[in-house]
């Protein structure tokens, strides 16, 4: 009797199962034939809108800063496939306020292309998978399952399948037909399991097929691209070519840590966004992370090879901007406390403890938490011997809480993003200069300090050595900054 019911029961999983699986591929068919997938071979809309740089806000608390696409337009091949985007970016923030390449004077083109291989990174090829008709293909091939919702008093039919980073990719789909928002996870070397969300509405008719005039993309919680088509091409004539010279798919190799000694105990490293190492009495204190994981545990090794047997105690972080934060997990993993101005504390806590799982890190497979001291106007590291000045900048709108760092024995100042020097010295100076250059020269006229070199994050690409004189001439002062 037992079996026979186990036998029953086993059936009847099957049955539900096998339902399950051919709901969710009719719920895939009805939504490609409402929006025309299988007649959208091809397409190209142009738009305008917004795009927002992530991880780049003025402070924890703000979205990403944003910039005006003057003009914007995408070309998609969902069978080759293939994407290029053309646009033409403008300021957004006045006065600029946070990251991205701010401030940008006049326009400032950009162009992304997408070929999809074997060796496309998935979070590449999700900007295909992520548009609606891309999403249906995708779905349609990738063992989909179904799940009934109900999102604001609205009801939903949820088709999920695995994205090649074993992340779930669904898509909402609504009582039209159409697919209202597509979601997932993505690794970020800083964020962690990174949400990375695609909003789609006012659905129109395109030459039979059926295109969002309004897209909303997220990541990280808070928009990184808003726009409002205005023009759609359905099955246009498209030739996407790979940019000449173009790398093949995957992140490019990490550049060695490179080390130049610049005072007693005290060590400069290149070879990625900079950092200096000093050799304080019983430990190691490092500015900067760098800009990555690897990087990261580059500056790790380079530091602990020049000054061996010694922990690294402390790790200073600048800023919370990604691109200067994403090496931060490594010295979570070594037990290094970050210090930090008192207004990233909290952010930096929250964020490094999120599960970093679809690729786990030193700090994920070691199940470390973030140690973080927040700062105030001024902290001093000192051993007696070696002395290393905290200071917080004021007035400083790439980023609230920004720390920069003076060695007055070796009267060198540690900068980041405030003056990135040009690629030679003979480069023209920008008219107006930078704010956050402006700010520089202020902070250290108003802290009277005795700086002999300037070492930014940002490295000049001719490996020069930098000057105040050099900041005041790009800055079209001739005054002293004492």
Known sequence: MLKKWLSGSFLAVLVVLSASAQDANTVIANASKAIGVDSLKTVQYSATGLDFALGQAPNPSSPWPKFINKSYTRAINFETPASKVDRVRMQGENPPRGGGQQPIVGEQPQSQTIIVTAETPWVQQLEIWMMPHGFLRAAAKRNATLEARTVGGKKYNVVSFTGDNKAKVSGYINAQNQVERVETLIDNAFFGDMPFEAVYSDYKDVGGA???????????????????????????????????????????????????????????????YTSIAVDFKDHIAILEGGQSEARGLAVIAEAKRLIPNKPIKYLVNTHSHVDHSS????????GATILTHQSNKAYLEKVLSTPHTLNPDKAQQAGKKPIVEGIGEKRVLTDGNHVVELHHMQNFSHHDGMLMAYLPKEKVLFEADAWNPAPTATATPPNPPSPFTTSLVDNMQRLKLDVVRIIPVHYPADNRVVAPADLMRWVGRTTSTQ
Do not use: C
């Open 210 to 272: 059926q295109f969002p005039m309004h897209i909303i993309v997220r990541q990280g919680g808070y928009p990184t691209l808003d726009l409002n088509v205005t023009d759609v091409k359905p099955n246009a004539a498209l030739t996407i070519e790979a940019p000449k010279g173009a790398p093949g798919g995957g992140a490019p190799a990490a550049a060695a840590a490179q080390s130049e000694k610049i005072g007693d105990g005290v060590y400069l490293i290149t070879g990625g």
């Open 327 to 334: 090496g931060l997990r490594p010295f979570v993993a070594e």
